[in-house]
């Protein structure tokens, strides 16, 4: 199928989707971020889970991006009621900007107050330097360093956080894809969920041990998510993986350590553990 007929196909989903929204489900679980963790595995793993449905794409972004076009708009994405309740399906998303948008999480307890979230948390330092690589390889990143764009980030992203803040129309190129080292600061971003969700809402999954065993990460998601254990079809493979870079220098790394040290002890007293190898 080539690639117009293929979209107008796609427009046409959609297009009876919007029609058919209120006799569609809400989600019952939000894969909230962050960026370059691991999201799009967990993603896939559940869309293969036989009592979970796929939602019409993994990234809606209604929460930050999309939050004008209205709840009709984003029930589209979701199954029919009778096919759910038929099929004992659950539904849910994953939008990773979600965890460091200063408006989604009052948005998501607006509408969604008894869903459940999942987090997934990477070394601050491994996910800069992916989130980096990553929009190098996009195309969306001009500088040729991580260096560089380490040393840029503060006057490019100077000011829109709080323009997110107060104009809830504002999108932010800038925040979205040049926050490197902000996006890591976890503690600041997690406690604008933990303001307006109880902790048993919440569930933080450590990327590499996700990555690690992620049979048992798996079955932790699903106990969570009150679902049967099931591995999914298809097994365990990685997602989204961005293939071989540069390595970051010693030195460059040892001062990212120490940048983020501050942070990740706030992090660790938030949630009530460490995780010892976020130190090295």
Sequence with gaps: MSTPIRSITHQLEFAWRRITASQRVMPSFLIIGAAKCGTTSL??????????AACF??????????????ESWYRAHFPLQYKATEGKLVAGESSPYYLAHPLA??????????????????NPVDRAISSFQNQVRLGIEPLTSFEAALEAENDRILGHELRLEREPGYSSFEHKYF???HRGCYAIQLKRWMNVFPAD??????????????????????????LPSADPDGGY?????????????????SELLERYRPH??????????RFSDWDR
């Design 105 to 122: 999480p009052g948005r998501v307890a607006a509408e969604l107050p008894k869903v459940k979230l999942i987090c997934m948390l990477r």
């Design 237 to 253: 493979k990685v997602y989204n993986a961005g293939g071989e870079y540069d390595a970051m220098s010693p030195q460059l790394r």
């Design 179 to 181: 926050s490197y080292f």
């Design 201 to 226: 809402q919440l569930l933080i999954i450590r990327s590499e041990s996700f990555f690690a065993d992620p049979q048992q990460e798996f079955k932790r998601v699903l106990r969570f998510l009150e």
């Design 43 to 52: 993603y896939n793993y559940l869309i293969r889970h036989p009592r979970v």
């Design 264 to 273: 990740n002890e706030e992090f660790f007293r938030l949630i009530g553990e």
């Design 57 to 70: 794409k993994k990234e809606v972004h209604y929460f930050d991006y999309y939050h004008h076009k209205g």
